[in-house]
């Protein structure tokens, strides 16, 4: 069994920032890649930032230059460090991980439960 769990989001101004976290607990044998999809009402879920294991990182065209995410394996925690923050910014913030239990088992992806990201203008 595999627990994720964000903390972080609210609301503040543009131009504002914000701190997001995700931890994974449980039955972890290794994690591979992580990542922060935004959903907004009417939309899909879409990908905001990604950052695999070897720590290359990948990052959505509207939030480069503004958003930088970054993991410590040693906690199994992934953050996403918001800066610049724009209205259009606003939604939930889900992660996602991709976990093996065991040595023998392929990744599985687990979500965590989102968090409310109000940016104002």
């Known amino acids: 069994q595999v627990q994720v769990v964000e903390s972080g989001g609210g609301l503040v101004q543009a131009g504002g920032s914000l701190r997001l976290s995700c931890a994974a607990s449980?039955?972890?044998?290794?994690?591979?890649?992580m990542g922060w999809y935004r959903q907004t009402p009417g939309k899909q879920r879409e990908l905001v930032a990604t950052?695999?294991?070897?720590?290359?990182?990948g990052y959505a065209d509207s939030v480069k230059g503004r958003f930088t995410i970054s993991r410590d394996n040693a906690k199994n925690t992934v953050y996403l460090q918001m800066n610049s923050l724009k209205p259009e910014d606003t939604g939930v913030y889900y992660c996602?991980?991709?976990?093996?239990?065991?040595?023998?088992?392929?990744?599985?992806?687990?979500w965590g439960q989102g968090s409310q990201v109000t940016v104002s203008s």
């Open positions: 996602n991980v991709a976990v093996r239990s065991t040595p023998n088992t392929v990744a599985r992806n687990y």
């Open positions: 950052i695999v294991s070897g720590g290359s990182t």
């Open positions: 449980g039955s972890i044998f290794s994690i591979g890649a």
